[in-house]
């Protein structure tokens, strides 16, 4: 099966993510600055920057490992599906934090569901180099992963962060919620690793 129809269904999946949570802003009530700062819309906006980020990075490296990907097997689309539906809870959870200005628990499901995400992704990886068989040209491209296996633990220790800190002093909220945007950091420009494989064709870099 061709991998067309996957990406365009994905594609659209991932578009009408971003519409729900930029919905999700509210306007503020008044027509100048003191009604801007009032509204609380800095907090919204730096909340959704991070997960539009996050929408981003996962369409960039959906579409860069799909291109490598010749075909498409049942297990693929499960898995595709799998990751498409932690992706799809991730403006319930950024409306979730917003709202309650980063409070404990809204920011411990919102590190869970990104950690889910980053396992759904390895599961769709895993998939897809397993039905290249031997010689994967996926597995040679991704190398050692790195980021890949940091990412998650990143993640777990942003939530432990959250787990510890409390509603009352946030510090270790906010920490948490910075190991999460470092990871979006670590993640911002697009996987090379696949890209230069398809361009070059030759073997790609380990990390």
């Known amino acids: ?25 509210h306007v503020p009530e008044g027509h100048d600055l003191a009604a801007l700062a009032s509204s ?9 920057l991070l997960s539009f980020l996050y929408v981003g990075i996962y369409w960039n490296n959906h579409h860069h490992m799909f291109q490598i990907a010749d075909r498409v097997t049942g297990g693929a689309l499960w898995a595709n599906l799998h990751l498409l539906f932690w992706l799809s809870l991730l403006p319930l959870a950024t409306a979730w934090l917003d709202e309650s200005s ?11 569901d990104l950690l889910a995400l980053a396992v759904a992704y390895f599961i769709l990886q895993a998939v897809i180099i397993r039905s290249q068989g031997t010689g994967s040209t996926l597995r040679s491209a991704v190398g050692r992963d790195l980021k890949g296996k940091l990412s998650p633990a990143l993640y ?7 787990v510890l800190g409390s509603d009352e002093s946030r510090g270790l909220v906010y920490v948490a919620v910075g190991f999460f ?19 070059a064709g030759g073997a790609a870099p380990d990390a």
């Open 102 to 112: 980063f409070a404990r628990i809204p920011a411990i499901v919102y590190g869970v």
């Open 156 to 162: 777990i220790i942003g939530i432990v962060c959250a």
């Open 1 to 25: 099966m061709p991998t067309s129809r996957l990406e365009a269904f994905s594609d659209g999946v991932m578009a009408v993510i971003l519409t729900i949570m930029v919905l999700e802003i």
């Open 40 to 48: 609380g819309l800095g907090l919204s906006l730096l909340t959704y």
């Open 181 to 199: 945007a470092g990871v979006a950091v670590l993640w911002l420009v697009p996987d090379r690793r696949i890209e230069r494989r398809l361009t």
